[in-house]
């Protein structure tokens, strides 16, 4: 067991456990892993982000190394996206898909060379992502599991690129301007070791997501701190990344729900050729979509929450909801459901099934929050 985790029965802390301890956060298991849900409270939490900069410890999720001659060519077959259509440097979202077209989880792939990549996996996936791959692995390339060796640590907000200037004074040598979304630099850092800085994140927000040696993991935690960042929990992060409409593996992705059902068709390029699930989405678009993904505003009182019931208001089932809370900046009790595609209209009335009490909710358009532009 590398210094990354430690299990407490059948929970694994990462190496920023005992920094999470100190600050008195509240504690909870997710994903298998011991994880701070709170600091403070969630809605300051949130507000935080949205309008100054916090940081997650996301050292529980996972990372996969591919390289070979047949490092892209691999990718482009196991993966949705276009894997062809990055350079190096850049990062790209994406897809594992089952043969059905479900999926197994959504991927960050990093190229760093057309010969190497780098993928950032969800927490509760990873080993049955790897296995996957592994099994797929006809080109013969060379597949590693160095989950164990990164720790992940996210900076999110409107002030993450200041913050992240002071901490890496290196990176004022060139333009950020320069650091588009979906990029990432590797550099070689005396305080923090071999890093990789990506902009990508999960809020909605500007930010940046930071992979680096776990034993240097608590020194930038700290540094981060110093230069202005608030330490943020699993709780905000999920009210964050609801408002924004982002999907959730487990929520609005699921192996048994084809991935077109999702809105993300620009994450699965059909157009690109043959890759698994290709032949099973190309037949559900022709025959046409029966569900699609929309939003929720809750009408009457009361929450929504994963799994509730949808129905019309004559009373006939039509969908389910996929996640649901009320969230600090939309202020409003929102969700995400799948929902039979004649129901998707914004402004469509429906009713929720919230404990045995029907309550009004309305269709919305998606995102509920868009970041504020500068």
């Not at 590398?2 to 994903?31: I, N, P, Q, W, Y």
């Not at 080109?139 to 720790?151: R, S």
């Not at 969700?335 to 998707?344: N, P, Q, R, T, Y």
Request: net charge negative.
């Amino acid at each position: 067991m590398s210094d990354s985790e430690e299990t407490v029965g059948e929970l694994k802390r990462t190496c920023l456990f005992d920094l999470h301890k100190e600050a008195g956060a509240k504690l909870m298991g997710f994903a298998g892993w011991e994880v701070p849900v709170q600091y403070s409270n969630l809605k300051d939490e949130h507000q935080k982000v949205r309008e100054q900069a916090g940081i997650f410890d996301v050292s529980h999720m996972g990372e996969i190394s591919c390289k070979g001659s047949a490092a892209q060519s691999f990718i482009q077959r196991t993966c949705s996206n276009d894997i062809t259509r990055i350079s190096d440097g850049q990062a790209q979202y994406t897809l594992l898909l089952n043969e059905e077209g479900g999926v197994i989880d959504d991927l960050i792939v990093y190229q760093v060379s057309e010969q190497e990549f780098f993928i950032c996996a969800n927490a509760s996936n990873v080993d049955k992502d790897f296995a996957w791959l592994q099994s797929q692995n006809s080109e013969g390339v060379d597949l590693e599991n160095q989950t164990p060796d990164f720790a992940q640590i996210a900076l999110q907000g409107p002030l993450a690129q200041d913050i992240l200037l002071k901490t890496f004074p290196a990176l004022k040598d060139s333009s950020l301007g320069a650091f588009p979304f979906f990029s990432f630099r590797k550099m070689e850092e005396i305080t923090f070791g071999s890093v990789l800085i990506a902009r990508t994140g999960y809020t909605g927000e500007d930010g940046f997501e930071v992979f680096l040696p776990t034993e240097k993991a608590p020194d930038l935690w700290r540094a981060f701190l110093e230069n202005g960042a608030f330490p943020i929990g699993f709780g905000a992060r999920d009210t964050l990344r609801l408002e924004a409409a982002l999907p959730l593996h487990g929520h609005e992705l699921r192996e048994d729900l084809p991935a077109l059902t999702a809105n993300i068709s620009w994450a699965v390029k059909l157009s690109k050729g043959d890759f698994v699930g290709s032949d099973s989405l190309r037949s559900l678009k022709e025959q046409g979509l029966k569900q699609k993904l929309t939003g929720l505003e809750v009408l009457g009182r009361g929450l929504i929450r994963e799994e509730m019931k949808l129905q019309d208001l004559e009373g006939n089932s039509v969908g389910w909801v996929t996640s649901g809370t009320q969230t600090p900046t939309v202020g409003k009790a929102i969700g995400l459901a799948i929902v039979d595609k004649e129901f998707s209209k914004p402004g469509t009335k429906l009713q929720a099934d919230v404990r045995g009490r029907m309550v009004e909710v309305q269709t919305v358009k998606i995102p509920f929050y868009k970041k504020k532009q500068a």
